[in-house]
Protein backbone atom coordinates (compact mmCIF):
# COMPACT_ATOMS: atom_id res chain seq x y z
CA UNK A 1 0.00 0.00 0.00
CA UNK A 2 2.71 2.65 0.43
CA UNK A 3 6.15 3.62 -1.13
CA UNK A 4 9.09 3.33 1.10
CA UNK A 5 9.66 -0.56 1.08
CA UNK A 6 13.64 -1.03 0.43
CA UNK A 7 13.96 -3.29 3.21
CA UNK A 8 11.63 -6.07 1.82
CA UNK A 9 12.73 -5.28 -1.85
CA UNK A 10 16.50 -5.76 -0.71
CA UNK A 11 15.74 -9.02 0.24
CA UNK A 12 13.33 -10.14 -2.26
CA UNK A 13 15.94 -9.08 -4.82
CA UNK A 14 19.03 -9.97 -2.51
CA UNK A 15 20.40 -6.20 -3.67
CA UNK A 16 23.11 -5.30 -1.88
CA UNK A 17 24.35 -1.65 -3.18
CA UNK A 18 22.31 1.19 -1.74
CA UNK A 19 19.32 2.36 -3.34
CA UNK A 20 18.08 5.70 -4.17
CA UNK A 21 14.50 5.90 -2.74
CA UNK A 22 11.91 8.33 -4.85
CA UNK A 23 9.18 6.27 -3.35
CA UNK A 24 8.56 7.83 -0.09
CA UNK A 25 7.80 11.68 -0.35
CA UNK A 26 10.24 12.77 2.29
CA UNK A 27 12.46 15.86 2.49
CA UNK A 28 15.49 15.38 1.69
CA UNK A 29 16.97 17.99 4.37
CA UNK A 30 16.72 18.05 8.17
CA UNK A 31 17.09 21.25 10.48
CA UNK A 32 20.68 22.33 10.50
CA UNK A 33 21.22 22.36 14.34
CA UNK A 34 19.24 18.68 14.25
CA UNK A 35 22.42 17.11 16.00
CA UNK A 36 22.25 19.68 18.56
CA UNK A 37 18.80 19.33 19.16
CA UNK A 38 18.86 15.54 19.59
CA UNK A 39 21.60 15.93 22.22
CA UNK A 40 19.61 18.47 24.51
CA UNK A 41 16.49 16.12 23.97
CA UNK A 42 18.31 12.99 25.00
CA UNK A 43 17.56 12.78 28.71
CA UNK A 44 13.74 13.38 28.14
CA UNK A 45 14.01 9.37 27.39
CA UNK A 46 14.30 9.07 31.13
CA UNK A 47 10.70 10.53 31.91
CA UNK A 48 7.34 10.21 30.39
CA UNK A 49 5.96 12.60 27.86
CA UNK A 50 3.14 14.73 29.42
CA UNK A 51 -0.28 12.36 29.30
CA UNK A 52 -1.80 15.60 27.83
CA UNK A 53 1.41 17.25 25.84
CA UNK A 54 -0.21 20.74 27.10
CA UNK A 55 3.46 22.22 26.14
CA UNK A 56 3.47 20.32 22.38
CA UNK A 57 0.11 21.11 21.84
CA UNK A 58 0.78 24.91 22.32
CA UNK A 59 4.03 24.88 20.73
CA UNK A 60 2.36 23.75 17.45
CA UNK A 61 -0.52 26.17 18.26
CA UNK A 62 1.93 29.22 17.65
CA UNK A 63 3.80 27.47 14.61
CA UNK A 64 0.25 27.50 13.19
CA UNK A 65 -0.30 31.23 13.46
CA UNK A 66 1.88 31.55 10.88
CA UNK A 67 0.41 29.32 8.09
CA UNK A 68 -3.31 31.17 8.25
CA UNK A 69 -3.67 34.07 5.95
CA UNK A 70 -5.93 35.79 9.07
CA UNK A 71 -5.30 34.60 12.19
CA UNK A 72 -7.57 34.58 15.25
CA UNK A 73 -5.26 33.04 18.39
CA UNK A 74 -7.71 32.29 20.28
CA UNK A 75 -8.43 29.35 17.79
CA UNK A 76 -5.08 28.08 17.46
CA UNK A 77 -4.25 27.08 21.51
CA UNK A 78 -3.52 23.93 22.85
CA UNK A 79 -7.86 23.58 23.18
CA UNK A 80 -7.92 23.40 19.51
CA UNK A 81 -4.60 20.88 19.05
CA UNK A 82 -4.17 16.73 19.38
CA UNK A 83 -1.14 15.21 18.65
CA UNK A 84 -0.75 11.34 17.33
CA UNK A 85 1.70 8.88 16.66
CA UNK A 86 2.17 10.21 13.16
CA UNK A 87 -0.96 11.85 10.79
CA UNK A 88 -1.85 7.76 10.09
CA UNK A 89 -3.17 7.44 13.62
CA UNK A 90 -5.12 10.61 13.69
CA UNK A 91 -6.62 9.30 10.75
CA UNK A 92 -7.78 6.28 12.28
CA UNK A 93 -9.37 7.77 15.55
CA UNK A 94 -11.40 10.05 13.50
CA UNK A 95 -12.68 7.45 12.05
CA UNK A 96 -13.57 5.49 15.07
CA UNK A 97 -15.93 8.95 15.70
CA UNK A 98 -17.45 9.19 12.36
CA UNK A 99 -21.20 8.82 12.04
CA UNK A 100 -23.23 8.67 9.28
CA UNK A 101 -22.04 8.32 5.36
CA UNK A 102 -18.75 8.91 4.41
CA UNK A 103 -17.19 10.11 0.94
CA UNK A 104 -13.65 9.92 0.28
CA UNK A 105 -11.99 12.10 -2.53
CA UNK A 106 -10.54 9.91 -5.04
CA UNK A 107 -7.69 8.91 -5.96
CA UNK A 108 -5.91 9.59 -2.56
CA UNK A 109 -4.02 7.87 0.43
CA UNK A 110 -5.59 4.42 0.53
CA UNK A 111 -5.39 4.73 4.81
CA UNK A 112 -8.50 6.58 4.27
CA UNK A 113 -10.37 3.63 3.14
CA UNK A 114 -8.74 1.09 5.24
CA UNK A 115 -9.33 2.58 8.42
CA UNK A 116 -13.00 3.59 7.03
CA UNK A 117 -13.61 -0.26 6.28
CA UNK A 118 -11.87 -1.18 9.79
CA UNK A 119 -14.27 0.95 11.61
CA UNK A 120 -17.29 -0.62 9.61
CA UNK A 121 -18.75 3.06 8.05
CA UNK A 122 -20.58 3.45 5.15
CA UNK A 123 -18.13 5.06 2.39
CA UNK A 124 -17.56 5.91 -1.15
CA UNK A 125 -14.51 6.64 -2.28
CA UNK A 126 -15.52 9.07 -5.20
CA UNK A 127 -13.62 11.76 -7.45
CA UNK A 128 -13.78 15.59 -6.37
CA UNK A 129 -15.57 16.79 -9.42
CA UNK A 130 -18.18 14.01 -9.28
CA UNK A 131 -18.91 14.51 -5.45
CA UNK A 132 -19.48 18.52 -6.52
CA UNK A 133 -21.84 17.20 -8.57
CA UNK A 134 -23.63 15.11 -6.05
CA UNK A 135 -23.68 17.58 -3.05
CA UNK A 136 -25.24 20.37 -5.50
CA UNK A 137 -28.00 17.49 -6.15
CA UNK A 138 -28.40 16.25 -2.87
CA UNK A 139 -27.68 17.92 0.12
CA UNK A 140 -28.04 15.14 2.54
CA UNK A 141 -26.08 12.56 0.56
CA UNK A 142 -23.19 12.65 3.11
CA UNK A 143 -22.51 13.46 6.57
CA UNK A 144 -18.68 13.08 6.75
CA UNK A 145 -16.45 14.10 3.92
CA UNK A 146 -12.02 13.44 3.88
CA UNK A 147 -10.25 15.17 1.51
CA UNK A 148 -6.30 15.16 0.88
CA UNK A 149 -5.02 18.77 -0.05
CA UNK A 150 -2.51 18.93 -1.98
CA UNK A 151 -3.41 15.29 -3.33
CA UNK A 152 -1.23 12.17 -3.03
CA UNK A 153 -0.61 10.83 -5.50
CA UNK A 154 -1.29 13.79 -8.56
CA UNK A 155 -0.02 16.94 -5.94
CA UNK A 156 -3.18 18.63 -7.05
CA UNK A 157 -3.54 21.68 -4.80
CA UNK A 158 -7.25 22.80 -4.78
CA UNK A 159 -9.27 25.71 -3.87
CA UNK A 160 -11.87 24.36 -1.21
CA UNK A 161 -14.26 27.65 -1.34
CA UNK A 162 -17.37 25.71 -3.03
CA UNK A 163 -16.45 22.28 -1.67
CA UNK A 164 -16.95 24.17 2.45
CA UNK A 165 -19.22 26.06 1.33
CA UNK A 166 -21.82 23.39 0.67
CA UNK A 167 -20.44 21.23 3.64
CA UNK A 168 -21.46 24.49 6.07
CA UNK A 169 -24.79 24.74 4.30
CA UNK A 170 -25.41 21.03 5.34
CA UNK A 171 -23.69 20.99 8.00
CA UNK A 172 -21.17 18.30 6.52
CA UNK A 173 -18.28 17.19 8.94
CA UNK A 174 -15.01 18.16 6.52
CA UNK A 175 -11.76 16.22 7.23
CA UNK A 176 -8.32 17.56 5.49
CA UNK A 177 -5.15 16.20 5.69
CA UNK A 178 -2.83 18.78 4.88
CA UNK A 179 0.11 16.84 5.26
CA UNK A 180 1.75 18.06 2.32
CA UNK A 181 0.59 21.63 2.20
CA UNK A 182 3.82 23.02 3.58
CA UNK A 183 5.84 22.51 0.94
CA UNK A 184 3.19 24.55 -1.39
CA UNK A 185 4.06 28.59 -1.60
CA UNK A 186 0.41 28.92 -1.51
CA UNK A 187 0.16 27.23 1.97
CA UNK A 188 -1.23 30.51 3.30
CA UNK A 189 -4.03 31.13 1.24
CA UNK A 190 -5.28 27.65 0.61
CA UNK A 191 -5.07 26.02 3.95
CA UNK A 192 -8.46 25.20 5.15
CA UNK A 193 -7.98 26.56 8.65
CA UNK A 194 -8.81 30.10 6.84
CA UNK A 195 -12.59 28.76 6.73
CA UNK A 196 -14.67 30.27 9.26
CA UNK A 197 -16.60 26.78 9.92
CA UNK A 198 -16.60 24.92 13.08
CA UNK A 199 -16.78 21.00 11.09
CA UNK A 200 -13.31 21.54 9.75
CA UNK A 201 -10.91 19.27 11.16
CA UNK A 202 -7.42 19.56 9.58
CA UNK A 203 -4.79 16.86 9.74
CA UNK A 204 -0.99 17.54 9.45
CA UNK A 205 1.93 15.95 10.29
CA UNK A 206 5.47 16.63 11.50
CA UNK A 207 7.76 14.47 9.80
CA UNK A 208 7.62 14.71 6.32
CA UNK A 209 8.55 18.16 5.88
CA UNK A 210 11.12 18.40 8.31
CA UNK A 211 12.55 15.43 7.11
CA UNK A 212 12.17 13.03 9.92
CA UNK A 213 9.54 10.39 9.59
CA UNK A 214 11.00 8.09 11.95
CA UNK A 215 9.74 10.77 14.47
CA UNK A 216 6.24 9.47 14.05
CA UNK A 217 4.18 13.27 14.98
CA UNK A 218 1.00 14.19 13.49
CA UNK A 219 -1.50 16.78 14.75
CA UNK A 220 -4.71 17.65 14.05
CA UNK A 221 -6.18 21.06 14.40
CA UNK A 222 -9.83 22.05 14.62
CA UNK A 223 -12.17 25.09 16.16
CA UNK A 224 -14.60 22.00 17.38
CA UNK A 225 -12.84 21.90 20.89
CA UNK A 226 -15.50 18.97 22.24
CA UNK A 227 -14.33 16.93 18.99
CA UNK A 228 -10.82 17.20 20.74
CA UNK A 229 -11.73 16.44 24.24
CA UNK A 230 -13.66 13.45 22.11
CA UNK A 231 -10.63 12.11 20.05
CA UNK A 232 -8.66 12.31 23.70
CA UNK A 233 -11.05 10.43 25.69
CA UNK A 234 -10.81 7.37 22.72
CA UNK A 235 -6.42 7.90 21.91
CA UNK A 236 -4.31 5.57 23.92
CA UNK A 237 -2.25 7.26 26.15
CA UNK A 238 1.71 8.15 25.61
CA UNK A 239 1.46 7.19 22.05
CA UNK A 240 3.85 10.22 21.23
CA UNK A 241 7.55 9.62 23.09
CA UNK A 242 9.12 12.06 25.36
CA UNK A 243 12.38 12.32 22.45
CA UNK A 244 9.41 13.01 19.65
CA UNK A 245 7.98 15.72 21.66
CA UNK A 246 10.90 17.48 22.72
CA UNK A 247 12.09 17.53 19.63
CA UNK A 248 9.42 19.04 17.68
CA UNK A 249 9.23 21.63 20.02
CA UNK A 250 12.15 22.99 19.22
CA UNK A 251 12.46 22.06 15.42
CA UNK A 252 9.41 24.16 14.77
CA UNK A 253 10.94 27.33 15.62
CA UNK A 254 13.07 27.45 12.50
CA UNK A 255 11.93 29.73 10.40
CA UNK A 256 15.14 29.69 8.36
CA UNK A 257 14.46 26.13 7.67
CA UNK A 258 10.43 26.43 6.92
CA UNK A 259 11.39 29.41 4.16
CA UNK A 260 14.09 27.89 2.71
CA UNK A 261 12.36 24.37 2.39
CA UNK A 262 9.70 25.70 0.49
CA UNK A 263 11.72 27.61 -1.55
CA UNK A 264 13.77 24.58 -2.41
CA UNK A 265 10.74 22.99 -3.50
CA UNK A 266 9.31 25.28 -5.42
CA UNK A 267 12.53 25.58 -7.58
CA UNK A 268 13.05 21.52 -7.59
CA UNK A 269 8.92 21.19 -8.72
CA UNK A 270 9.87 23.84 -11.54
CA UNK A 271 13.40 21.75 -12.44
CA UNK A 272 11.87 18.32 -12.49
CA UNK A 273 8.69 19.03 -14.52
CA UNK A 274 10.34 20.68 -17.24
CA UNK A 275 12.69 18.07 -17.76
CA UNK A 276 10.44 14.91 -16.97
CA UNK A 277 7.86 16.94 -19.66
CA UNK A 278 10.48 16.12 -22.36
CA UNK A 279 10.69 12.48 -21.97
CA UNK A 280 8.36 10.50 -24.55
CA UNK A 281 5.85 8.24 -24.10
CA UNK A 282 5.39 9.47 -20.09
CA UNK A 283 2.35 12.33 -18.76
CA UNK A 284 3.80 14.41 -16.29
CA UNK A 285 1.40 15.61 -13.93
CA UNK A 286 1.48 19.32 -12.16
CA UNK A 287 2.37 19.28 -8.78
CA UNK A 288 2.15 21.75 -5.20
CA UNK A 289 3.77 18.66 -3.56
CA UNK A 290 6.69 16.74 -2.65
CA UNK A 291 6.22 14.22 -5.51
CA UNK A 292 4.99 13.99 -9.16
CA UNK A 293 2.57 11.14 -10.85
CA UNK A 294 2.96 9.94 -13.62
CA UNK A 295 1.46 8.31 -16.91
CA UNK A 296 3.10 5.73 -18.61
CA UNK A 297 2.27 6.19 -22.62
CA UNK A 298 3.67 3.31 -24.27
CA UNK A 299 3.00 -0.71 -23.42
CA UNK A 300 5.65 -0.33 -19.90
CA UNK A 301 3.35 -1.19 -16.84
CA UNK A 302 4.14 0.57 -13.76
CA UNK A 303 5.09 -2.79 -11.56
CA UNK A 304 7.75 -3.57 -14.87
CA UNK A 305 9.41 -0.64 -14.79
CA UNK A 306 9.51 -0.23 -10.78
CA UNK A 307 11.34 -3.68 -11.14
CA UNK A 308 13.35 -2.39 -14.10
CA UNK A 309 14.50 0.75 -12.37
CA UNK A 310 15.18 -1.08 -8.99
CA UNK A 311 17.72 -3.61 -10.80
CA UNK A 312 18.84 -1.28 -13.49
CA UNK A 313 19.40 1.81 -12.07
CA UNK A 314 19.43 1.18 -8.73
CA UNK A 315 16.00 3.74 -8.24
CA UNK A 316 12.99 2.53 -6.31
CA UNK A 317 9.83 4.59 -7.37
CA UNK A 318 6.40 3.85 -6.04
CA UNK A 319 3.94 1.75 -8.45
CA UNK A 320 0.90 3.83 -8.28
CA UNK A 321 -1.50 1.19 -10.37
CA UNK A 322 -3.26 0.44 -6.68
CA UNK A 323 -4.52 3.92 -6.40
CA UNK A 324 -8.57 3.83 -6.57
CA UNK A 325 -9.24 5.22 -10.31
CA UNK A 326 -6.15 4.85 -11.46
CA UNK A 327 -4.64 1.88 -13.30
CA UNK A 328 -0.87 0.17 -14.06
CA UNK A 329 0.05 3.16 -15.90
CA UNK A 330 0.23 5.13 -13.51
CA UNK A 331 3.65 5.97 -10.84
CA UNK A 332 4.50 8.01 -8.69
CA UNK A 333 8.25 9.89 -7.66
CA UNK A 334 9.45 11.78 -4.89
CA UNK A 335 11.28 15.44 -5.10
CA UNK A 336 14.45 14.72 -3.78
CA UNK A 337 18.22 16.78 -4.23
CA UNK A 338 19.21 17.94 -7.34
CA UNK A 339 21.99 15.54 -8.04
CA UNK A 340 19.48 12.60 -7.05
CA UNK A 341 16.85 14.01 -9.33
CA UNK A 342 19.02 14.15 -12.38
CA UNK A 343 19.75 10.37 -11.51
CA UNK A 344 16.13 9.76 -11.96
CA UNK A 345 15.29 12.00 -15.28
CA UNK A 346 18.72 9.90 -17.32
CA UNK A 347 16.87 6.59 -15.96
CA UNK A 348 13.80 7.54 -17.32
CA UNK A 349 15.09 8.87 -20.39
CA UNK A 350 17.47 6.21 -20.83
CA UNK A 351 14.35 4.01 -20.79
CA UNK A 352 11.73 5.71 -22.81
CA UNK A 353 13.47 7.34 -25.50
Aim: charged share 30%; proline share 2%.
Amino acid sequence: MHGADIESLKRKYNINREILDFSSNINPKMPTNIEKIVKKSIYSLQVYPDIDYIELRESLGQYLRSQVANCDENNFTYKNIMVGNGATELIFLTMKLMKGRLAIVSPSFGEYSRSAMLSDLDYDEITYEKLIIELQKNTNIYNNIYICNPNNPDGKLREMTELINLGKKNNINIFVDETFMEFSIKYKSHTAMNYNYKNIYVIKAITKFFGMPGLRLGYLWTRDIKFIEEINYIKEPWTVNSFAEEITKEIIKDKDFVKCTREYYYDERIFMYINLSKIKNIEVYESEAAFFLIRIKNYITSDRLKEKMLLDYGILIRDASNFKYLDSKYFRVAIKDREKNISLIKALIDIFN
